[in-house]
């Protein structure tokens, strides 16, 4: 152990006295997060979400709502879930009791309740429960926007029946049959139309507003039944239990008819959610980048002779291997801690509140980090080839782990390939340790899958480097 | 100190070292003189432990040596044919570095390295990084690094390629009072001048074969003449250069003629020859013959082909 000490003590020193790699493991990144936390902050233009895995539970007897459900099902931003899969593989209708235990679990981390009464009777507007774990603020936000679009994109009559039943109650019939005439009168009068035809249309819940279209085609006026085009791409489209109402957006009018009852299930304390992602992503990119040039270092140790004059010592190869792979997983652990330390600095992430379970997560990270810059060493036939084929593979794994960006911007089958990589489930631990503040044995299936991609990469990596007779 | 037995040592098709027996006694000033690619650096590998013989046995001090064996390697030191050291460091973290590797610790590593140091003129740039060294202070730390555990037997493989003729003598000085002191060397070149002026037994490799073993005196009787004779490669020159066509060796470099007579071939008839084509004595100079001259009659190749 002596020996393997030694020899880890030497590349920390040749490490430090590296200034441009010392830049690279630590300083760059952190001026990159402090520039992509601005960029993510205030920039949004991504194309829209796909595969949101959002469960679903129906429990009005109202067509209009099933209709909605129809809607989310067809929209492509949703993986809707309705059903429940019981322990002996038969399914049952998911129901409102399911909904926080497979958030927790991480089966979904949205969930919509239409409540028997989508129909208010106690106000205006519409009655919806929604659970959330919402660990990307920008997916949250996209979230609200979509079911807010499938709400007026597709059941306006929802709204309409419920302004009508609300006025007939309180009115009575023949003073709100008298106002619907007016209306409908009011709104001939100013735009055309026949009458009749209005006031049929506001009884059946549709607002009369099909005429307002037809007979005034100025385009500077909308449709107040079709969504408003923040919605569209969902920025913008706060959810009411987030943001305060201003008077005049299109779509606060919309919130306020639509009463949703947000329950956030996880990361309810989390200060600050995308830094807490963003920096996770960033941090284990360029623990990649680090540990792929220290294995690269391999080549240069062999063309100096260094590997001989190590191994003429009492050295064994094992102990040269086990070293390297040592000293990555200190400085893994170092650069780690020093970038969630930065994001501290910067964005207020709480990194003491679960710093021993955060440690134990950024040593099995880089421990898989490493060992993935062992097998990149191991299978490049130079150093040039290393640093080239580990550029490729740390972006590729980046992109697709979802470092940069949420995994459900990806194509589905680009999700599922991310789920293959050491990114994404070294930010799962992140996001457990920091967001679920999950503890010590919540933990442990993501250790687990991390130590067995770290065993079975070092196997490949301790092989390939024996076969290519890198100590030779 | 080394014994090799039948070794061979193969890289794919490659036979790098074909059979090679060689025993080298303790104190011994030993000698690889071979071309590039001769062997000269599998046998040193071999020797140092870094790689295991295809055949034959191979011990140092009685201990066989291999890779899987650490611990076999204590009494070796080697020098490697690159500069082996970590340049970003300072030349004494590099020493403490390999010092440790040993099992020096404390007072006993500090000394030694001090001791090291000072033996190689680089006792004032103990805290320098070693990539702002010159190529001759690289040279001498590298061999002070192999030193330090105090070796039964050092391989020096190479040692002064690319360095300057002053690095080279405090290089030379130095590991002749090494041996003076008792440890034994082997000394792997292609520069004859090293072998002559260092080694006390040489053996002439190549094509992975040892052709010949002994002292410069013993190889030197190999050769079929006393002496050689130069004069300058002119067109003056060229007739008796043809003329001796059949009489032995006549090698040409540098604008110089060097003849290396058969054994039944007279030197009073070269001179006679010479003067039949008027040409003056003085344009003559006979020598006697170098190691490059045994290497030459007994591989029929030059040392820097």
């Not at chain 1, 919402?134 to 936000?141: A, D, G, L, Q, T």
């Not at chain 1, 040039?293 to 003429?312: N, P």
């Not at chain 1, 789920?419 to 489930?425: E, G, I, N």
């Not at chain 2, 105090?150 to 190479?158: A, I, N, Q, S, V």
Request: charged fraction near 20%; include cysteine; aromatic fraction near 8%.
């Amino acid at each position: 152990m002596r020996v393997i000490l030694t020899l880890v003590r030497k590349d920390i020193a040749n490490f430090l006295r590296n200034r441009a790699a010392v830049s690279l493991t630590f300083f760059v990144p952190i001026a990159l997060i402090y520039i992509f936390g601005w960029v993510f902050g205030l920039k949004q233009t991504d194309t829209g979400p796909t595969g949101i895995g959002l469960g679903v539970v129906n429990a009005s007897a109202n067509p209009a709502a099933e209709k909605f459900v129809d809607a989310l099902r067809a929209d492509s931003a949703f993986r809707v879930v309705t059903t429940f899969e019981n322990p002996d593989h038969t399914r049952r209708p998911l129901t409102e009791a399911d909904l926080r235990s497979l958030i927790h679990d991480g089966k979904f981390r949205y969930a919509v309740v239409i409540p028997e009464d989508v129909i208010r009777r106690d106000g205006i507007g519409l009655h919806l429960k929604i659970f959330s774990d919402p660990r990307n603020e920008i997916e949250s936000k996209m979230v609200n926007g979509l079911l807010q679009k499938a709400i007026f994109s597709n059941v306006p009559e929802l709204l309409g029946q419920s302004l009508q039943s609300r006025a007939r109650e309180v009115l009575g019939n023949a003073r709100f049959d008298q106002f619907n005439r007016g209306l409908a009168g009011a709104i001939t009068t100013a735009f055309g139309g026949d009458p009749a035809q209005v006031q049929r249309d506001l009884e059946s819940g549709g607002l009369g507003l099909k005429q307002v279209a037809k007979a005034a085609p100025d385009p500077t006026l909308r449709r107040l039944d079709t969504p408003a085009p923040a919605a569209k791409n969902g920025a913008g489209a706060a959810p009411a239990a987030t943001a305060p109402a201003k008077p005049n957006a299109p779509e606060d009018f919309f919130s306020r008819l639509v009463k949703i009852d947000q329950e956030q299930v996880v990361g309810k304390d989390v200060r600050s959610p995308l830094a807490t992602r963003l920096v996770g992503g960033w941090a284990i990119m360029f623990l990649l980048f680090a540990v792929s040039a220290s294995s690269a270092a391999f080549f240069d140790e062999k063309s100096t002779g260094l590997f001989q004059r190590l191994l003429s010592a009492p050295v064994t190869r094992a102990q040269l291997l086990w070293s390297r792979f040592l000293y990555g997983i200190v400085l893994g652990l170092v650069q780690l801690s020093t970038l969630f330390l930065a994001g501290r600095v910067m964005y207020g992430i709480d990194v003491f509140g679960h710093l021993g379970n955060l440690l134990v997560v950024c040593a099995f990270a880089a421990a898989a980090c490493t060992s993935f810059g062992m097998l990149v060493a191991a299978l490049a036939p130079n150093a040039q080839a290393a640093n080239g084929l580990s550029t490729f593979v740390v972006m590729v794994m980046s992109a697709t782990g979802g470092a940069w960006y949420p995994m459900s911007f990806m194509p589905e089958f680009m999700q599922k390939i991310g789920k293959f990589t050491v990114v994404y489930w070294s930010m799962e631990g992140f996001a457990q340790v920091l967001w679920a503040g999950s503890t010590f044995g919540e933990l442990l299936p993501i250790l687990g899958v991390l130590a067995g991609i770290t065993a079975g990469v070092m196997a490949i990596a301790v092989w390939r480097l024996n076969h290519k007779q890198m100590f030779e | 100190m080394l014994s090799l037995r039948s070794v061979t040592k193969r890289y794919g098709a490659l036979t790098a070292l074909d059979g090679v027996s060689l025993d080298i006694a303790r104190g011994e000033f030993f000698g690889l003189l071979g071309p590039n690619g001769a062997g000269k650096s599998t046998l040193m590998s071999l020797a140092a432990g870094l790689r295991s013989p295809d055949a034959g046995a191979l011990t140092v001090d009685e201990v066989v040596v291999s890779p899987a064996d650490p611990a076999g390697r204590v009494a070796l030191g080697l020098v490697p044919q690159s500069i082996a050291l970590y340049e970003e460091l300072s030349a004494e973290q590099n020493l403490r570095i390999f010092g440790e590797l040993y099992g020096l610790r404390g007072a006993l590593l500090r000394d030694r390295i001090n001791e090291g140091l000072a033996a190689v003129q680089l006792a004032e740039r103990r805290r320098d990084q070693v990539k702002n060294f010159s190529g001759g202070m690289q040279r001498r730390l590298n061999l002070i690094a192999a030193l330090l555990h105090r070796p039964k037997l050092l391989l020096c493989d190479e040692p002064t390629v690319g360095v300057d003729p002053q690095s080279r003598n405090a290089i030379f000085d130095y590991l002749a009072q090494l041996n003076r002191d008792g440890l034994t060397i082997i000394y792997s070149t292609h520069y004859m001048e090293e072998a002559t002026r260092l080694c006390s037994r040489i053996g002439i490799i190549d094509h992975g074969r040892i052709h010949a073993l002994g002292t410069l005196d013993e190889l030197l009787t190999r050769l079929p003449f006393e002496e050689e004779i130069s004069f300058p490669a002119t067109p003056e020159t060229s007739p008796l250069a043809a003329q001796l066509a059949g009489d032995g060796v006549l090698l040409t470099a540098d604008g110089r003629h060097r003849f290396q007579p058969r054994a039944d071939f007279r030197l009073s008839a070269f001179y006679a020859r010479a003067e039949a084509l008027g040409l003056p004595p003085r344009l003559f100079t006979a020598a006697r013959p170098t190691l490059e001259a045994v290497f030459l009659h007994l591989t029929g190749r030059n040392l820097r082909e």
